[in-house]
């Protein structure tokens, strides 16, 4: 009998979490594209800060992997995150009516924190293990997302149905995949104390992958938010 891959364990223990997040009102609102622009605008502000700490991560991922092909492929996708998802991110913003000086004035806001400050720290603190594990819902969430968006109607909003393109297509889902595959290869020979470990860290990054979506959702109910453009 063919072992249930350990990442199907870990999508299976979080399932209310995840269940939360892909049918979250701001996913939602993009896919029908009825999200009002400004919560949409505040996600890509934060999120822009999100990627270069989510750089730092992969970085600890490159310096902590176990073998030089690992170290090799974090290093490739600390490289494609911080030069060519963040400059697609700055054109994509712009789109929007976000500058880059805009981009570089913003700071975290908690949610965000938060979620940064957990990934870092596991992967500075923890083991190699934890690492894999906490990294892997950002991935495999976006291309869960992105892949169920793209079975609804297409929003009339260019730049929304731009944002499920992105995420549904096959390259996003071979380098979730491959997260998914990582996180596998190292559960397999584990004990329990480390799988148990990597569920918690999967667990932890699931509820603020849900916060960071929740943040951008409530984003319209901060004092004067709806004063902005839309």
Sequence with gaps: MVPVPFSDELRDASADIWDAAQTHPFLTGIGDGT?????????????????????????????RAPRLELMERFADLTHSTLLTEMELHRGYAAEWG??????????PQPATRAYTDYLLRTAALGDYAELVAVLLPC????????????????????????????????????????CREVCDEVALPAGPQTRDRMQAAFLTSSRHELAFWDAAWTALDEPGANDRSP
């Design 98 to 107: 976000i500058s880059r000086e805009e981009l570089e004035r913003e700071r």
């Design 139 to 178: 991935m495999w969430g976006y291309s869960e997302a992105g892949q169920r968006l793209s079975r609804i109607s297409r929003p009339s909003d260019a730049r929304y149905a731009q944002w499920i393109e992105m995420y549904a297509g096959a390259e996003f889902a071979a380098l979730a995949g491959w």
């Design 35 to 63: 999200l009002h622009p400004d919560r949409f605008r505040f996600y890509v502000r934060q999120d822009y800060l999100f990627l270069i700490d989510y750089g730092r991560l992969l970085a600890l991922g490159c310096a």
